[in-house]
């Protein structure tokens, strides 16, 4: 070596050599003599009394909402109830808003746009297809999503989520899934977008992409409104009154279960197949239970969470409108374009248990899953032709009563199977496109994202087929 | 000593600190996300779950969401404050448990504190589980002598009818060490005049460094004084050295490309600036 050194190949070099000959221990003696000082400097500032009734509490608590018996019964108790309060609260302040918005805005919007002379196609376009759309996702989304917001958010300032993934873990584990999967499925009954962003706390990318393709099956906020309401409707009207809230409450929960369970099965089948591989281990601290700052959670849930899933929905409401308008209101050979469409899939849509307007209304609906319902509704009353509950093609009628509701899709042919295949569908489809563009950022695969955007989609089909088949078998 | 000996932190702020003018709210403007031309950057480095975030939002007006669970801050998160008329950049990093391992989000807050010489580091802790989080304040210290200590959960520790003895801490630590309850705001003014008198070499921290193994004493003082001779300035000679010992092949990098050596120049081009305007504060 004739070469001349530099300092930092000379230094390079001796690391080299001390590395060689002092051993290898050199990282435990390091966290030995760090762990040593801190215990030696924590000891001499911390004092302690002899009292410790809140850390004993906490543990009674833990061993409560963590034992092996009663950590799923009291989770599924929790959701319960969360829901409960959700459907029971929603009714009345959703009647209110829909008849402030849509009996007595929309009358006001449309004699407004007589006295100025606008053309028919144009106040049909604005205010039948895009103010009621917007009107729609307002009065239908806003009350749950205020109520059922702050309830989650103060469970996860308690501090009860941790507790969750600590009893899902296991079963993560078994699945051949990371543990945090299940931090990251919780953020996803709150918007699966966000909730993918959150699996960079993943650091294995096999595990990670596990956590991605599986994020759909946890119900998002935009979701949470069709189950509830279909659940009220057809589910919740099958009990009697006094027990309908529980009832729908009950439905609307097995669905959000259903979902964790596909969870874990197709995190099972991928880790076995095409994501082989062991699973890491990590260690979950269970934080100490801390009272939640009530009113703040309040204010930071309904101005960070509520207010921004409803403008993103208001905003994806006002092309839908239009779209739902124009599709009923175009008329190609005697028919409008949508009752082309619905015509054309209703078969389809028969074979698996659900029919033309649904999977138009998932067509709509793919930028925003919020607007499924409305969508729905709208295209029931257009095709099944209803005098009375809407005023023309394309106008989303007045949402003002769950017996109205109810009535439009029974006349456009709906039975408890249609009810529940919704419901199923509504799970297991194809994320939004928010979600299918922010896994594309963070995988930075077109392959995984095709995956992760179809896999649902046949998931949803072939289960709707199944229970098509055996409800018709038995009945 | 008895647990009525030791002040509550919301006393200690109490009446004979009113008069001092970190009390003066207008002090400190909250800018948000507009951190445009900043005079410091002050990074805040933690255990997960131990209330950074809440720190951070207390100083920026920023509302990200606090979680209580561990891991909620994935990404870094910046934001801007104003305090006695300098311009401050926070940046929150992930929590971590340690800086020594090389999971993503250690790496994330390590190579924040190393490269991105932050002009202060704060690192707040779990005051209730103190042993814990030194682990990591000691890690934070070998590399920057910079450093604040923010012993939050003051207010469990008394429930828990412990107490910390903060003067003591601060002088074992080496650092100035301030009590505060983050999510009621106590202790956050104290804070702040902290990180301005650090940032303006006010306060110069003679920062606790781990004892060296005894197996490594001699390896480790050849080659410390090797890399402090190359790299004249380096404010962590030691560290690297340890850190090439064990064989991190990022620092080895830094070593190579001689990026390392920026990262003293970096930092004593800073002293000269709060030199510079601690004079002219004198001056004027």
């Not at chain 2, 580091?121 to 990591?136: G, P, Q, S």
Request: hydrophobic share 50%; proline share 5%; charged share 15%.
């Amino acid at each position: 070596m004739m070469q001349e050194h530099t300092p930092s190949e000379k230094i390079l070099e001796r690391v080299g050599s001390l590395r060689w000959t002092a051993g290898h221990d050199f990282h435990d003696e390091l966290v030995e003599s760090l762990y040593t000082d801190a215990a030696r400097i924590a000891d001499r500032a911390v004092t302690r009394k002899g009292e410790r009734g809140r850390f004993d509490m906490d543990r009674t608590i833990d061993r409560l909402v963590t034992s092996r018996w009663l950590g799923f019964p009291l989770m599924l108790l929790m959701l319960t109830i969360v829901f409960w309060l959700t459907i029971e609260g929603a009714n009345y302040p959703s009647a209110m808003l829909a008849t402030l918005l849509v009996d007595t805005i929309r009358p006001l919007f449309h004699s407004g746009a007589t006295a100025i002379g606008l053309p028919w196609w144009l106040s049909g376009l604005l205010i039948d297809g895009i103010y009621l759309a917007m009107a729609w996702v307002i009065s239908v989304m806003l009350p749950p999503m205020a109520i059922f917001f702050p309830l989650f958010t103060l469970l996860e300032d308690f501090g009860y989520l941790p507790r969750v993934a600590f009893n899902l873990d296991g079963l993560f584990r078994r699945a051949g899934a990371h543990g945090k999967q299940a931090l990251t499925m919780a953020m996803g009954f709150g918007c699966n977008a966000a909730a993918i962003v959150s699996t960079r706390v993943i650091d294995s990318p096999r595990e990670r992409l596990i956590a991605i393709i599986t994020n759909n099956f946890a119900l998002c906020n935009g979701r949470w409104p069709t189950q509830i309401l279909v659940a009220t409707i057809f589910i919740g009207g099958l009990a009697p009154a006094h027990l309908a809230g529980l009832v729908s409450a009950a439905a609307v929960v097995s669905v959000a279960v259903l979902g964790i369970v596909l969870t874990f099965v197709v995190s099972w089948a991928l880790s076995r197949t095409v994501l082989k591989g062991e699973a890491s281990a990590f260690s979950l601290e269970l934080p100490p239970y801390r009272p939640p700052q009530i009113l703040r959670t309040i204010y930071t849930s309904v101005i960070d969470r509520t207010l921004i899933v409803l403008w993103r929905a208001v905003v994806f409401a006002i092309p839908a409108g239009a779209v739902i308008w124009l599709a009923s209101n175009i008329q190609v050979a005697d028919l409008s374009l949508a009752e082309h469409f619905i015509n054309f899939t209703g078969p389809f849509g028969a074979v698996v248990g659900l029919n033309g307007v649904i999977l138009l209304a998932y067509v709509i609906a793919i930028p925003a899953n919020e607007i499924v319902i409305p969508t729905i509704l709208m295209l029931t009353v257009l095709t099944a032709r209803l005098s009375g509950a809407g005023d023309g093609a394309g106008v989303m009628f007045e949402p003002d009563s769950l017996e109205a509701n109810a009535e439009v899709l029974r006349a456009g042919g709906w039975t408890l199977l249609t009810a529940l295949n919704l419901m199923l569908f509504s799970l297991v489809h194809n994320p939004c496109s928010t979600t299918i563009y922010t896994i594309y950022r963070e995988t930075k695969s077109a392959k995984w994202t095709t995956v992760a955007s179809l896999l649902p989609v046949v998931m949803g089909f072939v289960m709707c087929f199944v229970v098509a088949q055996v409800w018709r078998l038995f009945s | 000593m008895t647990a009525e000996q030791t002040a509550p932190p919301k006393a200690a702020a109490g009446s004979a600190c009113e008069a001092c003018p970190a009390h003066h709210a207008a002090n400190l403007i909250r800018l948000g996300v507009n951190m445009a031309n900043w005079d410091f950057v002050v990074a805040l480095a933690g255990n997960p779950n131990t209330g950074k975030t809440t720190v951070f939002n207390h100083l920026t007006g920023l509302r990200q969401h606090t979680g209580n669970w561990p891991g909620k801050t994935v990404v870094r998160a910046e934001g801007g404050f104003a305090y006695g008329g300098d311009r401050y950049k926070l940046v929150d990093l992930p929590g971590t448990y340690s800086l020594l391992s090389t999971s993503d989000d250690e790496e994330v807050a390590r190579d924040f504190i190393l490269f991105g010489s932050p002009d202060v580091t704060i690192v707040v802790v779990d005051a209730t589980v103190l042993e814990r989080n030194l682990n990591l304040v000691l890690q934070v210290l070998e590399i920057t002598d910079r450093a604040i200590v923010c012993l939050n959960l003051m207010d469990e520790v008394q429930r828990r009818g412990m107490a910390v003895d903060e003067r003591r801490l601060a002088r074992d630590l080496g650092v100035p060490v301030v009590p505060t309850v983050a999510r009621k705001n106590e202790g956050i003014p104290e804070l702040l005049q902290a990180v301005a008198d650090v940032a303006f070499g006010r306060i110069v921290c003679k920062p606790h460094r781990i004892s060296s193994p005894p197996g490594l004493k001699d390896a480790l003082g050849g080659l410390t004084d090797e890399v402090a001779a190359a790299f004249p300035g380096l404010p962590n000679a030691r560290w690297v050295a340890l850190r090439l010992l064990e064989g991190d092949p990022r620092i080895a990098e830094a070593v190579r490309s001689g990026e390392i050596a920026d990262l003293g120049r970096h930092l004593s081009t800073r002293s000269a600036f709060a030199t510079n305007s601690l004079a002219q504060e004198a001056g004027q």
